[in-house]
């Protein structure tokens, strides 16, 4: 069984949000003239660097899904896509289309997850409220 991510905790924060792609390329260096690039496998995941602001229930919450749930971050999970889960769908001049009722229509998506190279880091954030960075691996 695959876990979910806590609908009890907020989206990633903004700032903070950072993506990039597995290079999926192996390097040639040739005798004279530039490096060749070939495809050294044929699906690259995406790396994603992010944080979360968590107040203290959310924050118990995330140690549990992490360090339990998570077995130490050993195990996949499905998480919202951020950029993409709960926003509205527009129309090409940037109106969101609306159903019958008048409500807006939101998409959505999810990611397969596997926790990066750097374990959660927690940082104290204001007054009562905990940061958790981390790394994700977004599967292809």
Same mark, same amino acid.
């Given at each position: ?42 699906? =690259? ?6 944080? +979360? ?49 008048? +409500?807006?229509?939101?998409? =959505? ?9 750097? +374990? ?21």
């Amino acid at each position: 069984m695959i876990l979910t991510w806590p609908a009890d905790l907020p989206r990633p924060e903004r700032p903070s949000w950072q993506l990039t792609s597995q290079d999926a390329r192996r390097k040639t260096q040739s005798d004279a003239g530039p490096a060749r690039y070939r495809r050294r496998f044929s699906s =690259a995941a995406k790396l994603v660097t992010l944080s +979360v602001i968590l107040t203290r229930d959310q924050k118990a919450i995330f140690d549990r899904f992490f360090h339990e749930d998570c077995a130490e971050g050993a195990r996949l999970f499905y998480m919202p896509d951020p950029t993409t889960d709960g926003w509205a769908l527009l129309t090409s001049d940037g109106t969101p289309l609306l159903t019958g009722g008048g +409500v807006p229509i939101l998409m =959505a998506a999810r990611w397969l997850c596997s926790w990066g190279d750097q +374990v959660p880091v927690e940082t104290i954030h204001g007054q009562v409220e905990f940061k958790k960075s981390f790394n994700l691996q977004v599967m292809p």
